[in-house]
């Protein structure tokens, strides 16, 4: 293969990408700043935390040291909860070189700003081409080499083709998309729809509430995503739908499990803590919110998730108000 690749980020995603490069080849590099999960990694050769009861190869290599993990790469992945990107972008920038492509794999947009993260990224390395990977791909099947399909994403078409060609194997196929806006819209919005579906679970609503919410939810995704110089067709691919669908429907989906504990009556604060891990569809709503109100984008599902999250609506009353806003036609 020939490139070396570095992961800023020890999470499930960026773990599972990493098998995947190192039973190719791939020489790896994965950075951390929890010591605990570089030990596990290096000397039980498993991630504990965040995927559990995966062998990681030998090829993977993990270091608390980000100057050293940068400066042996090619390609940087960063692997970061959305809203650090712009915290690890700026601190390691400094070792950071200008011919490095860097690839993101997280899926939200930055609440402070309401950019996008590729926006983000070329602000804080604006010498740096910027892929973005996206698509339905849970990393507990990606590691276990079930048959998984994602798109990539940049304003420069020739980074791109590199990273579909370094990602690609017989298990994990990639395609492209110039639709870089789509791409990264469709990935972000996908997890609020989750949350609210898992909440409809945790209530127990049945099949007929979730092919709603999932319906109406991808309604929103394209209104939003238009405004914001999306296409709509990249809506109707593996970055819209295709995620969308995974992401509601799945137990691995860390959205819809928080989700189904807030539908159950747990306070969102318990939800995440019980799953352990970073929900983005919780900032993607506060973030969204925001967008959606300065745009003037109908997004009634999303607001809907506002109100229960941040300011303690009742579920069930959250569903009721939906169920009987003014009558309409089915338009997107």
Not at 36 to 53: F, P
Not at 157 to 174: D, W
Not at 209 to 235: D, H, Q, W, Y
Request: proline share 2%; with cysteine.
């Amino acid at each position: 293969m020939g490139l070396s690749v570095s992961f800023l980020g020890g999470g499930s995603f960026g773990t599972a990408l990493s098998v995947m490069l190192a039973k190719k080849g791939v020489q790896v590099n994965l950075w951390d700043r929890k010591s605990t999960i570089v030990e596990d990694i290096n000397v039980k050769r498993e991630n504990i935390k965040y995927l559990h009861k995966v062998l990681i190869p030998k090829g993977v290599k993990a270091s608390t040291d980000g100057e050293k993990v940068i400066k042996s790469s090619d390609i940087l992945v960063l692997a970061v909860p959305s809203q650090a990107v712009r915290e690890v972008c700026g601190n390691f920038s400094q070792f950071i070189d200008k011919d490095q492509i860097i690839v993101n794999i997280a899926k939200g947009i930055e609440t402070k700003t309401g950019e996008r993260l590729s926006q983000v990224i070329e602000e804080e390395l604006p010498e740096n081409k910027v892929v973005v990977l996206s698509g339905p791909s849970h990393a507990e099947e990606v590691a276990l080499d079930i048959p998984t399909t994602v798109v990539v994403s940049s304003k420069d078409m020739e980074a791109c083709r590199k990273i579909q060609n370094l990602f690609m194997t017989n298990k994990f196929r990639v395609y492209t998309n110039e639709d870089t806006v789509g791409v990264e819209i469709g990935g972000a919005v996908k997890n609020i729809i989750a949350l609210a579906a898992g909440i409809s679970d945790g209530i127990g609503y049945g099949d007929n509430s979730k092919a709603a919410l999932m319906t109406r939810g991808i309604a929103e995704i394209v209104r939003i995503g238009e405004r914001l110089g999306g296409r709509r067709e990249t809506f109707s691919g593996l970055s819209g739908i295709g995620d969308l669908i995974v992401t509601c429907t799945s137990m691995h989906s860390r959205n819809r499990k928080a989700g189904i504990l807030i539908g159950q009556g747990k306070s969102v604060k318990e939800a995440v803590k019980q799953v352990n891990m970073v929900v983005e569809g919780i900032s993607a709503c506060q973030a969204f919110h925001e967008l959606k109100s300065k745009l003037n984008v109908e997004m009634p599902i999303t607001e809907a998730l506002y109100e229960i999250l941040f300011l303690g609506k009742d579920p069930r009353y959250t569903v009721y108000e939906l169920m009987t806003r003014a009558k309409k036609s089915e338009v997107y």
